[in-house]
C-alpha cells in the first residue's frame, strides 16, 4: 500500500488534443501520468471534476500500455470548452485496494481556447475573447457565433466589426460608412463607394483649350494650366499685330506665330536720320546715315528725326571763298576768307583812315573804328566874313 501512494504525486500532465473538426464545442485531452513502482497495481482510475465541482465516478483506465518514455495515459473526452477541469489519478489492487488521488493537474479555457475554434469562423477562441473572460466585451466577437455583426460576414474574414444590421458589406465585411474611398489624387475624378466597395471617378479633364498654357493635374490640387512663355493666345489674325513692319503675323492652331519677311523688304522705324530701313531676319535694320553737311561754314547743320537734314544759318557769318568776297567796307579792319566763311581783324591803332570829311581833322584807325582827329579851325579873324567848312575841300 505504501507503494501506491507513489501514485499520488504522479500526475504529470494533462494535453488538450483538438478534434479534427474546425467547429467544435467540447474537446478530448490526454490525461498522461507516471505509473506507481508499486508490482501488486491492477490497474488505474481517473477523476475528473470541473474547477468549482466534486470528483464524480471515475473512468476506469485499467492497465495502459506504457508509452517509450514509460507514462501511461487516458483520454478524457466530451470536455467543454468553456468550462475549467481538474484531473488526478489514484492505483488500485487486484483485491480492490485503491491508493488516494495523485497530484491534481488542471485544464481550461486559458489553455484550450488557443487551439479552439468553437464557431467555425476561422478564428480561434482566444482570438475572439481576448481577455479570455467568456464574455464578449467592445471590440471582441463571440467565440460562439460565427458572425457576431450578422453582416453575412464570417468573423475570420470581417475588416469591419459592427456593421449596423441589413447594412450592406463588401467581401470583408466593411460597409460605406467604415471604409475610406478618397485615394487623395485629385487627378482621377472623386471616388464613390456601393456596399463597400470603392468605384474610381472620371478622370479630370485639363484641357482648358488654350493653345498657350501646358495643361497638366496635380494629385493634391488638380489641373494645372502653366502659361507658355512668349505664347499670345487668338482665333483671327488680327490678334496678332506684334507691331514689327519685318514680320507675317498669324493665327496657327490657336495661337499666334510671327515669320519674318524677305530680307531687304522695306520698313520704317520712324527715323530719317538713319537712312532708308530694310528687314533683315525679321528685324528692321537701319540703312545709310544721312550726310547733312551742307558744304557751307556759316550754318549749323543737324537731322531730324521726322524731316531729315536741317541748317540753320548762323548769325554774323558771311560764306566765302575768295577774301575779295569780305569787304566789309571799314578801313580799319583787314577782311580775309577762312574756313569758307569772312574774318575781319583790326588794324594797327594809328593807322591812318579817312571817314569823308576833312572839316574833323585827320583820322586814325582806334580799335578797328576810324576815329575823328583835331577839327578844322576856319577863323579868319576877318569880321567882314562868313567863315565855313566844306566837308570835301
Known sequence: MAALRQALCALIWVLATIPLTTLAATYSANVRWQPSSDPTVAGYRVYERTASGSYGAPQQAGMPTPAADGTMSVAASSLA??????FAVTAYTASGTESGLSNEMPIGYAQVAPLMDSDGDGLTDAAEDVNLNRIVDPGE???N???TD????????????????GTAVNASGCSCAQITCNNGNACDGVETCTAGVCHAGTPLNCNDGNACTTDSCNA?????????????????????????????????AGHCSSTAVTNG???????????????????????TPLNCDDGNACTTDSCNASTGCVHTAITGCTACTTSSQCND??????DTCTAGHCQSTAVANGTACSDGNVCNGAETCQSGACTAGTALKCDDGN????????AST
Open 141 to 143: 466577437t463571440d467565440p
Open 383 to 390: 569880321a567882314c566874313t562868313t567863315d565855313t567848312c566844306n
Open 150 to 165: 450578422g453582416d453575412g460576414v464570417r468573423d475570420g474574414q470581417d475588416k469591419c466589426q459592427g456593421t449596423a444590421p
Open 329 to 334: 567796307g571799314n578801313p580799319c579792319t583787314s
Open 81 to 86: 470548452v468553456r468550462t475549467d477541469y481538474v
Open 220 to 252: 493634391s490640387t488638380g489641373c494645372v494650366h502653366t502659361p507658355i512663355s512668349g505664347c499670345t493666345a487668338c482665333t483671327t489674325a488680327s490678334q496678332c499685330n506684334d507691331g514689327n513692319p519685318c514680320t507675317t503675323d498669324t493665327c496657327t
Open 145 to 147: 457565433n460565427p458572425d
Open 265 to 287: 523688304t522695306t520698313c520704317g522705324d520712324g527715323n530719317t536720320c538713319n537712312g532708308l530701313e530694310t528687314c533683315q531676319s525679321g528685324t528692321c535694320k537701319a540703312g
